[in-house]
């Protein structure tokens, strides 16, 4: 039995605002920073306990879910390295607009469109067959090695990721999401 496990950055001034972020780079908060610091402390025991079993951490290269992993890190001790494809989706022209404008909830059930394709918005599918890509390789080098991961990463991926492990209709993947610094925990 293979596991994998996926947690969103810590809270940041756009989480506050309650804006789009996406692909740009937001700073966390202090609050941020202490979610991130409470959840390797919470690892930390897991792993000492053998409640769980990490062997390196992956995380999305923005800043955000870069200083959450390095804290989750510097208290586990576990390796990281950074996984480009674990970037936060780009939302194109929703990107700093308020995240519950009808429009934008209504684009995250869409899945071939992508909604500010010129200011570089991603569809679900592309985001969908990157963050796939990775998870398959993951999968494979978890069998090889014997190896657990952990990926620091974001709400739109968490959706993403969930898809991979489980059906989801179309008004399920739009609806879910996962609060800063909330674990979840997949078998292959």
């Known amino acids: 039995m293979f596991k994998i496990y996926f947690t969103r950055h810590g809270e940041t001034v756009t989480n506050t605002k309650k804006l789009v972020c996406g692909a740009r780079e937001t700073e966390l ?6 979610q991130a610091i409470a959840l390797g402390k919470e690892l930390k025991e897991k792993l000492e306990s053998g409640k769980v079993k990490i062997d390196k951490i992956y995380c999305s290269p923005l800043s955000r879910a870069k200083l959450t992993a390095l804290h ?8 990281l390295e950074e996984e480009p494809l674990l970037i936060e989706r780009n939302f194109g022209d929703y990107e700093e607009h308020c995240r519950e404008e009808p429009e934008f909830r209504a684009s995250l059930k869409t899945f071939a469109m992508s909604y500010g394709r010129k200011s570089g918005g991603e569809s679900n599918m592309r985001t969908a067959q990157r963050i796939y890509n990775v998870l398959d390789r993951l999968t494979a080098q978890s069998k090889a090695r014997g190896e657990t991961y952990l990926l620091v990463a974001h709400n739109g991926l968490a959706r993403v990721v969930n898809s991979y492990f489980y059906d989801m209709t179309n008004e399920e993947f739009g609806d879910f999401g996962i609060t800063n610094c909330q674990l ?5």
């Open 184 to 188: 979840l925990e997949y078998e292959f």
């Open 29 to 34: 908060t202090e609050r941020g920073h202490e």
């Open 72 to 79: 989750i890190s510097e208290i586990t001790g576990l390796p």
